[in-house]
């Protein structure tokens, strides 16, 4: 696990004009006078977070630290956070060259090296996209009798004392709009949102200002447009439309700690940042860029409900863009089908977070001959977190409670609401039935990455290949035929055998995870043909087949 020292020549914000910290805690919620609270804990307001260097790893994986989590796992984990504090006082003033997180680092700079120009263009082509297109004509707000004439407004804000006790931060809020550069807490409310501002009115007076934004596909959801910096989008509660659509507290929460364990995910959109106060809550969402490459002045951001609508193909855009391909199917299969095969496998492989990949959730990169350069994820809100996988595959399992669906559950446990072939054909499903060639063309894609990742010799020999041979006409199959094959692999390769490992995962709390959930009962621990043991540390039992092949599993996750 790698891990941290603190460094004498630490440094604070990178940012110029803010005095942004490089590692805000995850949770901030109102203070007493001169401390904030964390977990339960008092750290001094004069304490501030120093640069990490790193020790020389001494095992695999790398060490994440767990901050909302310490109330529900105790002390131990707090004090991740409390290793990197120390007092302002010992640190210099010399800038960071080299943030050692770049996510961090892409949030303490939003434009990167763009100007603010090219920022709102790119953004303001990437809104106006999500609300003219749509392959589910009822979902273009353009057309929308309710919102066609909404489309723009103000967004007010209000900058509030940081110790307001109705106002509570959750995650990197320094490095937010949330965060003004004098310390204060900026409170946005959504345009249409009239009973909310009133609120907000009657609470804290007139507002600090206002900001352009528009809608994007939903209308929950905004750019906005400040006059001379990058912009960016919030996520607003709803119920001023419909109850349902309420965004509540815990909701953002589990929003932005997703985003933080899922950080080094770079496919996803991050949520770093959210707010709440009163009946408002809002998520920050930075616009979809690359992290690491320039954006080229042609690039474009589309969402794939745009990319694969009938009126973007017949639009002069589209015929441009589908035109050296030969049509927006076979766009659709050379470009996007790949692209999805990659998130898939790192969804079974070192995510292991399956995701709602339906098409408004997939915004995509591309450049102006057409080439699709990168594809995003949005919305970390409904996911499906794999611990079993994870685990087999020799990486160590932590945040599970914080990653687990509360309605769903995780992946292959038991009572889960999906397994793993009916949760891509709810959501993926929506996306690769339109062209149906793309169905066989992210298979396909997604079976050569595997063959060339695994021994295709070794995978033949398992008595599941068979299965894996017999799926590959639907996507949806496929893909359980391949996480199973994969984990009980990994499981033969890491298994340690260890009758004392039925002691502890009988008495270990937590739900119980299976290769069938139909079998995830305590109950079936007493089988005599179960052989227990160890992956990687962790209690696990096993059961075999004549040719000592594993074929199922028990695993129990808090």
Excluded at 41 to 66: F, Q, S
Excluded at 131 to 160: A, I, K, Q
């Amino acid at each position: 696990m790698m891990r941290f020292r603190l460094s004498p020549s630490a440094t604070s914000a990178t940012s110029a004009t803010s005095s942004a910290r490089l590692h805000p805690p995850l949770f901030q919620p109102p203070c007493q006078p001169g401390h904030n609270r964390t977990h339960g804990t008092l750290i001094p307001e004069d304490a501030h977070p120093v640069r990490l260097e790193k020790r020389e790893p001494e095992g695999r994986g790398v060490h994440t630290p767990n901050f909302l989590g310490a109330k529900r796992r105790g002390e131990k984990a707090a004090l991740a956070w409390h290793e990197i504090i120390e007092k302002r006082d010992r640190l210099v003033s010399k800038p960071t060259e080299r943030p050692w997180d770049p996510f961090l680092s892409e949030l303490s700079s939003p434009t990167g090296d763009l100007d603010v120009g090219r920022l709102r263009t790119y953004a303001r082509q990437y809104a106006e996209d999500q609300r003219t297109f749509n392959s589910r004509p009822n979902e273009r707000l353009n057309d929308h009798p309710l919102y066609r004439h909404n489309l723009y407004g103000d967004v007010e804000y209000w900058d509030v004392d940081r110790n307001d006790p109705d106002v509570k931060l959750m995650g990197f809020a320094d490095l937010s709009p949330f965060r003004t550069p004098d310390g204060k807490v900026r409170i946005f409310s959504h345009y249409l949102d009239f009973r909310g501002r009133e609120a907000l009115r009657d609470a804290h007076g007139d507002p600090s200002g206002s900001v352009p934004a528009e809608m994007t596909a939903s209308y929950r959801t905004l750019v906005l447009f400040p006059e001379t910096e990058a912009p960016f989008m919030l996520k607003f509660s709803g119920e001023w439309h419909a109850p349902k659509k309420r965004l509540e507290p815990k909701q953002a929460r589990i929003s932005v700690e997703r985003s933080h364990h899922l950080r080094r995910a770079t496919f996803l959109t991050p949520e770093p940042a959210a707010l709440t106060t009163g009946r408002l809550t809002v998520i920050y969402r930075p616009i979809p860029r690359p992290r690491r490459k320039a954006l080229a002045p042609n690039d474009a951001l589309i969402p794939l409900s745009a990319l694969n609508s009938k009126e973007f193909a017949e639009s002069p855009r589209g015929r441009r863009l589908f035109a050296r391909h030969g049509s927006q199917e076979a766009w659709l299969t050379r470009e996007l089908a790949p692209q999805l095969a990659r998130i898939l496998w790192k969804s079974l492989r070192s995510s292991f977070a399956h995701l709602e990949l339906h098409s408004q959730n997939i915004d995509l990169l591309v450049g102006a001959s057409g080439k699709l350069k990168q594809t995003f994820i949005k919305d970390q809100l409904d996911i499906m977190h794999d611990p079993g996988a994870q685990l087999a595959s020799g990486m160590p399992v932590q945040n599970v409670a914080a990653l687990r669906a509360d309605e769903w559950g995780n992946m292959g446990e038991a009572n889960a609401r999906f397994d793993t072939s009916t949760f891509y054909r709810h959501f993926l499903g929506q996306t690769t039935s339109r062209p149906p060639t793309l169905d066989r063309a992210v298979t396909e894609a997604l079976k050569a990455i595997a063959y060339k990742r695994r021994d295709v010799a070794a995978l033949a020999r398992r008595p599941e290949y068979a299965a894996l041979r017999d799926a590959e006409g639907s996507l949806p199959a496929y893909l359980e035929a391949l996480r199973q094959i994969l984990i009980h692999d990994d499981i033969d390769r890491n298994f340690e055998a260890n009758p004392g490992a039925k002691k502890e995962l009988v008495r270990s709390p937590g739900k119980m995870t299976s290769g069938d959930p139909r079998c995830a009962r305590l109950a079936d621990l007493e089988s005599e043909d179960l052989l227990f043991g160890y992956v990687h540390k962790t209690p696990i039992a096993i059961l075999r087949d004549a040719e000592g092949f594993t074929r199922r599993y028990y695993m129990r996750f808090e």
